[in-house]
């Protein structure tokens, strides 16, 4: 066969290799595993071209083709083991995410609902003109007994409905857009603030609990309490060894929580005018097959740092490879939140943003109650009204 003919034949084997390839890219693409499988396929294609071209034009020795092929395909499979092996790693360490928690365990009126009821009737019942409620993911097991309380009984589902959580973020949103009429959260962030203000909305927070802010770690780091200045800290850069605190010679792994989400706006909140250190970041799969960069989770790394609310991570959470650690010698439990020697505890609201529902003034009034607050209390957090 002359060159011609083998360079014919060889642009001929080209083409269902590159097709499988670029099936291959697509797939990884529209399957967020671009990182490490996208330039995989891309090798294996061009490798697997190399032994094809090899094979048309025999430029290599069969002794060291045989190596070569051998070396190459190990090296691929080596490389998929030790990638899926530290995927199996990471995902052991546990983590703290909203998506640990199954929210339907708290829908109003489910057969085994974990909400919590009141010991007698209601005081207040609403048949119709129902307040359409969102909120945070740690304040839903609050706003659902109210609403199981308070409206008729049925179904209410968490994803859609009358009584819905979308986290912070997107309640804020769909308040100020007028797609419910009441959210209960933590305090706006500024740019919610600058949303609602270039919507022409004006936010009313009528303050119904409170809870604290808290602080956690591996449950094996020797650290136990924290100061507020060691916080600060460590989230500004300036602390950036365990050894600095008291923990052993490692390098801190300080992770944040997105922008606008309720943790997030506490930590700035409780940072004040001390600068925040950029978050650690993670790439996921976007539409079309493209990667966008965020906010890393956190991962319980044997040297991470993380932080949220206490009800969320100490009761819907309840994951025993973390431990929350004391701040300024004071640990966050109820009490120590009730008679403020906890440092870091603030309210949660109900915000309004001008409904003209008639019956959301009276439920508000009713939150305030000693029904409404009896249930605050009863749920785990802390009354605002004592």
Same mark, same amino acid.
């Given at each position: 066969?002359?060159?011609?003919?083998? =360079?014919?034949?060889?642009?001929?084997?080209?083409?269902?290799?590159?097709? =499988?390839?670029?099936?291959?890219?697509?797939?990884?693409?529209?399957?967020?595993?671009?990182?490490?499988?996208?330039?995989?396929?891309?090798?294996?294609?061009?490798?697997?071209?190399?032994?094809?071209?090899?094979?048309?034009?025999?430029?290599?020795?069969?002794?060291?083709?045989?190596?070569?092929?051998?070396?190459?395909?190990?090296?691929?499979?080596?490389?998929?083991?030790?990638?899926?092996?530290?995927?199996?790693?990471?995902?052991?360490?546990?983590?703290?995410?909203?998506?640990?928690?199954?929210?339907?365990?708290?829908?109003?009126?489910?057969?085994?609902?974990?909400?919590?009821?009141?010991?007698?009737?209601?005081?207040?019942?609403?048949?119709?003109? =129902?307040?359409?409620?969102?909120?945070?993911?740690?304040?839903?097991?609050?706003?659902?007994?109210?609403?199981?309380?308070?409206?008729?009984?049925?179904?209410?589902?968490?994803?859609?409905?009358?009584?819905?959580?979308?986290?912070?973020?997107?309640?804020?949103?769909?308040?100020?857009?007028?797609?419910?009429?009441?959210?209960?959260?933590?305090?706006?962030?500024?740019?919610?603030?600058?949303?609602?203000?270039?919507?022409?909305?004006? =936010?009313?927070?009528?303050?119904?609990?409170?809870?604290?802010?808290?602080?956690?770690?591996?449950?094996?780091?020797?650290?136990?309490?924290?100061?507020?200045?060691?916080?600060?800290?460590?989230?500004?850069?300036?602390?950036?060894?365990?050894?600095?605190?008291?923990?052993?010679?490692?390098?801190?792994?300080?992770?944040?929580?997105?922008?606008?989400?309720?943790?997030?706006?506490?930590?700035?909140?409780?940072?004040?005018?001390?600068?925040?250190?950029?978050?650690?970041?993670?790439?996921?799969?976007?539409?079309?097959?493209?990667?966008?960069?965020?906010?890393?989770?956190?991962?319980?790394?044997?040297?991470?740092?993380?932080?949220?609310?206490?009800?969320?991570?100490?009761?819907?959470?309840?994951?025993?490879?973390?431990?929350?650690?004391?701040?300024?010698?004071?640990?966050?439990?109820?009490?120590?939140?009730?008679?403020?020697?906890?440092?870091?505890?603030?309210?949660?609201?109900?915000?309004?943003?001008?409904?003209?529902?008639?019956?959301?003034?009276?439920?508000?009034?009713?939150?305030?109650?000693?029904?409404?607050?009896?249930?605050?209390?009863?749920?785990?957090?802390?009354?605002?009204?004592?």
């Amino acid at each position: 066969m002359n060159f011609g003919a083998k =360079l014919a034949l060889f642009i001929a084997a080209c083409v269902p290799i590159l097709f =499988l390839g670029f099936i291959g890219v697509i797939i990884t693409g529209f399957s967020g595993l671009i990182k490490f499988y996208l330039p995989l396929v891309i090798v294996i294609t061009v490798g697997v071209l190399f032994f094809v071209c090899n094979g048309i034009f025999k430029f290599l020795k069969p002794k060291a083709l045989k190596v070569t092929f051998i070396g190459f395909f190990s090296l691929c499979i080596v490389a998929i083991i030790v990638h899926e092996s530290i995927n199996v790693y990471v995902n052991s360490l546990g983590s703290l995410e909203d998506a640990e928690v199954d929210l339907t365990e708290y829908e109003p009126f489910g057969d085994e609902s974990k909400v919590v009821s009141l010991d007698e009737e209601s005081t207040l019942k609403l048949e119709d003109n =129902l307040p359409r409620l969102d909120g945070a993911t740690a304040l839903y097991p609050v706003y659902s007994a109210f609403a199981q309380a308070t409206y008729p009984e049925g179904i209410y589902n968490v994803y859609k409905g009358k009584v819905i959580a979308t986290k912070t973020p997107h309640a804020y949103e769909n308040l100020i857009n007028g797609d419910v009429d009441m959210i209960f959260v933590a305090g706006p962030s500024e740019r919610q603030l600058r949303y609602a203000e270039q919507k022409g909305v004006e =936010l009313k927070l009528t303050p119904i609990g409170r809870e604290a802010f808290v602080f956690f770690v591996n449950a094996k780091n020797p650290v136990d309490s924290l100061t507020v200045d060691q916080i600060k800290d460590i989230y500004s850069g300036k602390i950036t060894n365990w050894s600095d605190v008291g923990g052993k010679n490692d390098r801190i792994r300080a992770f944040q929580r997105p922008e606008d989400s309720g943790s997030q706006t506490a930590l700035q909140n409780f940072m004040g005018t001390t600068p925040i250190m950029d978050p650690p970041k993670e790439d996921v799969a976007s539409g079309m097959g493209g990667i966008i960069e965020q906010t890393a989770n956190y991962t319980n790394y044997k040297n991470a740092i993380g932080y949220s609310f206490r009800y969320f991570s100490m009761d819907m959470v309840r994951n025993d490879k973390i431990k929350h650690v004391a701040i300024n010698g004071i640990y966050p439990t109820k009490e120590t939140i009730r008679n403020g020697e906890y440092p870091i505890a603030d309210q949660f609201y109900v915000v309004t943003a001008g409904t003209d529902n008639p019956n959301v003034d009276r439920f508000i009034e009713w939150i305030l109650s000693e029904q409404g607050q009896s249930l605050v209390e009863k749920t785990g957090y802390v009354p605002v009204s004592e």
